[in-house]
């Protein structure tokens, strides 16, 4: 967890005004905090530390010149929350600064201490979420981008030695044309993740509950995600003879995911294991991957939107950090329940349960 005080930056022109919302922030805050006082924004510019994790920016009267202000400060904090008090919450401008993307705002008539907190949690939460989104639009792009350049190659070559060589058996041309299908799935995979996660968000994600043998459809993931990797060897155990009540194909979308990702995050190892248990009224399938690991900090962050681990592992492997947030989603709406357990360099376990609805007879061993 970051205990690090969170470093503020007040621009406020008033220094009996600093001084009372300092006190408020002293009585209030939950957390370690310094903060630092200007009286303008132009101040900023001679400051020899230029690093602030909020910016609380007063700006005072009615006049357009708050539009001005607050742009300014946004230029000068691209990746800073800022947080705006104003005299006038309800003006046009105030509505103009909103539409410019301001993190919060916050009445002075109204402010009090805990007011003040809250729009400072907010404001960090908030401007996470946007760093997270334009970064993810452009690692998105890229993702789109490499299977498309492929295809075009690909298909040039196939022209070329048609072309070239048009005495070539159309079978000589095959390989190839296994490798831009190969592409097509990979970009139809990308296109689905995008498609799914602004249908979570609306909350549309299509589900046809039936009860389904949850011991075949592992068999039959183990046995379609076996084909995508040379170098794993997926070992199964256990089985369960138990039907679960939710979307086949949602379900089997989750574990085509965690296969995925152990299999992708264990480049260096050579076998994943998959072990199915049920009791308690439920089904847990675990599966074990013996690769890079997750450390506990992003072991709490891994299931959210858009969220990928540090820039090096962005730059060796290839997603969108949405195919977590899915299968989570996924399994909530099926009341189940999907946990991690890694310890990095070590490798990782992700443990999806799901409820039974009742047993096949097992045939006695
Ligand atoms: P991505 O498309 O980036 O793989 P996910 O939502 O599936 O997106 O996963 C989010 C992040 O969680 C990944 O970027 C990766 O850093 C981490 N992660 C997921 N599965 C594993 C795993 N089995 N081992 C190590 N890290 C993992």
């Not at 969170?6 to 220094?15: F, H, M, R, T």
């Not at 452009?138 to 298909?155: C, M, N, Q, R, W």
Request: aromatic share 8%; net charge negative.
């Amino acid at each position: 967890m970051d205990t690090a005080p969170i470093k503020l930056l007040l621009v406020q022109q008033d220094p009996e005004l600093a001084q009372w919302l300092q006190q408020l922030l002293q009585e209030s805050a939950s957390f370690d905090f310094t903060c630092k006082t200007i009286a303008t924004l132009h101040e900023y510019k001679e400051m020899a530390e230029p690093e602030y994790d909020v910016v609380l920016l007063d700006l005072p009267g009615t006049d357009l010149s708050r539009i001005e202000t607050y742009s300014y400060a946004n230029t000068l904090f691209p990746l800073t929350p800022i947080v705006v008090l104003t005299d006038s919450p309800e003006d046009q401008p105030m509505l103009d600064i909103t539409k410019l993307g301001v993190q919060d705002y916050i009445s002075k008539k109204t402010l009090d201490g805990r007011t003040l907190v809250y729009a400072i949690r907010y404001a960090r939460e908030r401007k996470k979420l946007e760093l997270q989104k334009d970064e993810f639009l452009g690692f998105a792009s890229h993702e789109l981008k490499t299977p498309v350049t492929s295809i075009k190659s690909y298909t040039q070559l196939i022209e070329l030695q048609a072309v070239t060589t048009p005495s070539l058996p159309a079978c000589k041309l095959l390989p190839l044309v296994f490798k831009v299908d190969a592409q097509v799935t990979k970009l139809t995979y990308l296109i689905n993740e995008l498609l799914d996660v602004t249908k979570v968000q609306a909350g549309k994600l299509d589900f046809h509950f039936e009860p389904f043998l949850i011991d075949q459809l592992v068999e039959e993931v183990i046995e379609s995600m076996q084909m995508t990797t040379q170098r794993h060897t997926i070992e199964r155990s256990g089985a369960t003879g138990a039907y679960v009540n939710g979307d086949k194909e949602r379900t089997l979308q989750v574990l085509v995911n965690l296969l995925s990702n152990a299999i992708k995050y264990s480049p260096q190892a050579d076998r994943i294991s998959v072990a199915l248990s049920n009791g308690d009224g439920k089904v847990a399938i675990a599966i074990q991957d013996y690769g890079i690991g997750i450390n506990p900090e992003n072991q709490a962050r891994i299931f959210e939107r858009f969220f990928r681990v540090n820039d090096h592992q962005k730059e060796t492997y290839p997603g969108l950090g949405l195919g977590l947030y899915i299968a989570s989603e996924i399994t909530k709406r099926q009341n189940g329940k999907l946990l991690v357990e890694s310890t990095e360099g070590e490798g990782s376990t992700f443990l999806l349960e799901l409820p039974v609805v009742y047993h096949q007879e097992m045939p006695a061993h």
